[in-house]
């Protein structure tokens, strides 16, 4: 294979395939920037630092067998890096009129013909800049471009010289998971039949620990807790119907918050022995469950599932891009209405996802779900979707504010596509002493997302309240 062609591993090819009419899989974020930025500058930027990735010169050629990336020779960086002026209605603040942009471009595809990328800067946003990006989830997962977006600020990691590319990169990544997802599958799953009466068991044993040897108390344990988060997820029932599940239409609509002090969030958590994420996500099902009753929608009694990514791969390969992540389903008991029992009950739910195989099990149905056709794919993973209500994130980001050619990046948003008929994405993104929450939505299922949106900071505030008026010691 020539050194310009690069096969897309089975993952990759299933986050290509899995565009439909309601949810193109692209990876949309939004950089605040002050003072104002030019064109030139980030043009610059991009040359230096993001196009050393040799992904981002890089375009989908696909074939009966799946897709291959291939070095674009016609890149131009005026067709990836693009300005626009904000248009605004009348009486319309330039927040709600980003929101408005950002949404639309949600739904646009990117240019099949070109390396699937793009950034979009508006010059002149509330004193300062604006950045709108789109990539890709082919391209990478959340983990992945992470780590690219930190490499283009001021100071960032220089992005690796020595980056692999070609049949070599591609083969090590097709052996790792042939050895971690097919052959457990196959012949594994046959020799462990004669030996221990259940080659899932142990076929799924090797999926997790291909390279380590159990005895037979920690295999029999592994073995059983396995097949048992198989058996969960392959049995789960559809989720609790609610306005916010239903058959998407394709338009988006998006919303933020301002950010909440990290460090409140730390002492609410300490002092009900919790969790930080515990503390968001609580806040996060009680603003759902509100919004609900206010659109006369009861939601007393249900939960709602939310998929929630769970990275698979050491951070410090994060550079080598592609995806490697599986899907853990997180309940959100949105009909608890007293937030000191909602936080409980969602720390109860976070714990049994503690030490679960379910991620992995995902992670292998992409896998498998990469070597099929697209209609065998979409109904496989349309199982998924019918089980599901949202797509959650919860990414920790940088301490500090950082730096992009010379302005500050004030606020940072993202938010991540969701698969099949699921018309709900949630963001929890901690930056620089605080946390603030972002929603993605289908306008048919939720038309005005800042509704939720608006009842994260109060549904903190009456957990701090609360809190504080528990015994102390």
């Known amino acids: 294979m020539p050194e310009a062609v690069e096969r897309m591993s089975r ?31 980030l043009c610059e930027r991009i040359e230096g630092k993001l196009l050393a990735y040799a992904r981002f010169r890089q375009k989908v050629v696909r074939d009966a067998l799946g ?9 131009d960086i005026a067709r990836h890096v693009v300005t626009e002026k904000l248009a605004r209605k009348r009486g319309q603040s330039e927040r709600a009129a980003l929101q408005q942009r950002v949404g639309e471009l949600a739904t646009l595809p990117l240019d099949p013909a070109r390396p699937l990328w793009q950034f979009q800067l508006i010059e002149h946003y509330e004193g300062g800049s604006a950045m709108i990006v789109r990539i890709h989830h082919c391209v990478g997962d959340g983990i992945a471009l992470t780590s690219v977006m930190l490499s283009l600020t001021d100071g960032g990691g220089e992005p690796p010289r020595g980056e692999h590319h070609g049949t070599e990169h591609e083969q090590d990544h097709d052996d790792w998971l042939s050895d971690a997802v097919i052959k457990p599958l196959t012949d594994v799953a046959v020799k462990a039949i004669g030996m221990y009466g259940n080659g899932v068991a142990r076929s799924m044993e090797m999926l997790s620990q291909p390279q380590q040897l159990l005895g037979s108390m920690d295999l029999a344990r592994t073995g059983y807790q396995v097949v048992r988060d198989a058996a969960a997820l392959a049995l789960m029932d559809d989720d609790s119907p609610t306005l916010l599940k239903g058959k998407p239409i394709g338009k988006k609509a998006v919303a933020w918050c301002e950010p909440i002090p990290l460090d409140e969030v730390k002492s609410v958590g300490k002092a009900l022995n919790c969790s930080i994420n515990d503390v968001l996500l609580a806040c996060a099902a009680g603003a759902i469950g509100d919004y609900l009753r206010e659109q006369g929608d009861d939601p007393t009694g249900k939960e709602i599932r939310a998929m929630v990514p769970v990275n698979l791969r050491p951070l410090e390969n994060a550079w080598q891009l592609g995806n490697q992540f599986g899907l853990a389903p997180l309940v959100l008991p949105i009909g608890i209405q007293n937030p000191i029992e909602r936080v409980y009950a969602v720390r109860e739910r976070m714990n049994e996802m503690k030490g679960s195989y379910q991620p992995l099990l995902a992670f292998a149905v992409l896998a498998i779900a990469g070597v099929l056709n697209k209609p065998l794919q979409d109904a496989l993973l349309g199982l998924f979707a019918k089980k599901t209500t949202a797509v959650m994130t919860n990414v920790p980001g940088p301490a500090r504010l950082l730096k992009f050619c010379g302005s500050t990046l004030r606020q940072t948003m993202v938010w ?55 015994p102390w010691g």
């Open 11 to 41: 993952v990759d090819t299933a986050w290509l395939r899995m565009d439909n009419d309601v949810n193109l899989m692209m990876i949309v974020g939004v950089w605040l920037l002050q003072p104002a930025i030019t064109y030139k500058a």
């Open 67 to 75: 897709a291959s990336w291939v070095a674009d020779d016609g890149f």
């Open 416 to 470: 991540v596509p969701a698969s099949g008929d699921v018309g709900v994405g949630v963001s929890i993104f901690s930056y620089a002493g605080g946390v603030q929450f972002a929603l993605i939505t289908d306008r048919k299922l939720c038309p005005r997302p800042q509704q939720i949106i608006d009842g994260f900071a109060p549904e903190f505030r009456k957990l701090t309240t609360l809190t504080l008026m528990l």
